[in-house]
């Protein structure tokens, strides 16, 4: 099983473009997270996810939409970049049934918009 | 607005020693707690996690809760220079549905 993938691992935007971070799990978990890291910082929740169709915001959505038609993707789409983004983007999944908060991670996506 | 405060360190231990790192949290209906370890460059992953007041061991790694005071720490006892590592405090929600991640303690842990 490949856990958690991102796609893609690095990339460098320029102000004012798009772009959809990809995730896809095979773990079969109902919950997904898409996280912000900026450097030296902890982890910043953007969106989440507690099954397919339904999404609800974090503590930093501005800027960001997320879809989930599937329980194994949650891509995360970036509109109008800009440098205020510029962080490495982290995936988690987590069971729905007894070890919440066990949240198994991606590998992560370096951006940078310049 | 939930709170996560952690020392960002860095705590420097000589090999073999005990390592305290330490976290409080500003909700006082968090449930869960969960101590992370990231490399660097790497994702992170969960080493312990504790619900209840006390302490909890696994290994060399023990965990202990102060719901009255909003604290909880990790030790990690003959600590090893792999130790060497970003250690992440987080809270669980009631519902278990999200964390609130601290800051995170850089533990440099020197031959």
């Known amino acids: 099983n490949a856990g958690v993938t991102q796609t893609p691992k690095f990339r460098i935007l320029k102000i004012g473009q798009s772009m959809t971070l990809q995730c896809t799990q095979d773990?079969?978990?109902?919950?997904m997270y898409w996280y912000r890291q900026d450097p030296g910082m902890g982890l910043k929740l953007i969106y989440y996810?507690?099954?397919?169709?339904?999404?609800d915001k974090g503590e930093v959505p501005n800027g960001y939409n997320v879809s989930r038609s599937t329980t194994e993707d949650f891509p995360l789409r970036l509109e109008l970049a800009a440098p205020s983004q510029t962080s490495v983007y982290f995936c988690?999944?987590?069971?729905?049934?007894?070890?919440?908060?066990?949240?198994?991670f991606g590998p992560g996506t370096r951006l940078t918009v310049t | 607005q939930k709170e996560v405060e952690q020392n960002s360190g860095p705590l420097s231990v000589p090999e073999g020693a005990i390592a305290s790192l330490n976290c409080t949290y500003s909700d006082r209906g968090s449930q869960s707690f969960f101590w992370y370890r990231q490399y660097s460059g790497k994702s992170p992953e969960l080493i312990m996690f504790?619900?209840?007041?006390g302490d909890k061991e696994d290994g060399r790694f023990t965990a202990q809760l102060n719901k009255a005071s909003q604290y909880v720490s990790l030790l990690i006892r003959d600590s090893q220079p792999s130790d060497s590592a970003t250690y992440l405090c987080a809270t669980g929600d009631n519902a278990g549905n999200m964390l609130t991640f601290g800051g995170g303690t850089r533990l440099m842990v020197k031959p």
């Open positions: 988690a999944c987590q069971t729905s049934g007894g070890a919440r908060g066990e949240q198994y």
């Open positions: 996810s507690v099954g397919a169709g339904i999404t």
């Open positions: 773990m079969n978990h109902n919950y």
């Open positions: 504790i619900y209840s007041n």
